[in-house]
């Protein structure tokens, strides 16, 4: 009997550890992805536009070289591409884990059902 007690403890600790993590899983890639669209107060979409806009004013003015000021005008561009596709691949991959993670969970809840019932069984 004391082993399956330590049993049911550990499935039991386990799971609720286990839903307790998966729940956090599901729950911070959704945070992370509305804190930075928050902290963006324009779209990529504009932000891009208006370092365009800048670029081709700079480029169509000739009284003095520009060509630094372009450069960094067009690695900014590839910065705000490179941080939205960051941002992308931190939501899909803790969306991976969470779903690797609510598989486990379910595998651990039915081996506690099993041995409740294995329990319940020899008690009758």
């Not at 379910?106 to 009758?124: D, E, P, R, W, Y």
């Amino acid at each position: 009997m004391n082993s399956n007690k330590s049993k049911i403890i550990w499935l039991s600790i386990s799971t609720l550890l286990l839903f307790t993590y998966s729940g956090f899983s599901l729950w911070l890639p959704h945070y992370v992805e509305n804190q930075y669209e928050e902290s963006n107060s324009r779209d990529l979409e504009e932000r891009i536009s208006l370092i365009e806009q800048a670029i081709y004013k700079a480029e169509s003015e000739e009284p003095f070289d520009k060509s630094q000021i372009v450069t960094i005008f067009k690695s900014t561009i590839e910065s705000e591409i490179s941080t939205e596709n960051y941002i992308s691949k931190i939501v899909n991959i803790f969306t991976t884990v969470s779903s690797i993670l609510i598989g486990v969970l379910l595998i651990h809840l039915a081996s506690l059902i099993s041995v409740f019932q294995g329990l319940v069984k020899k008690k009758t």
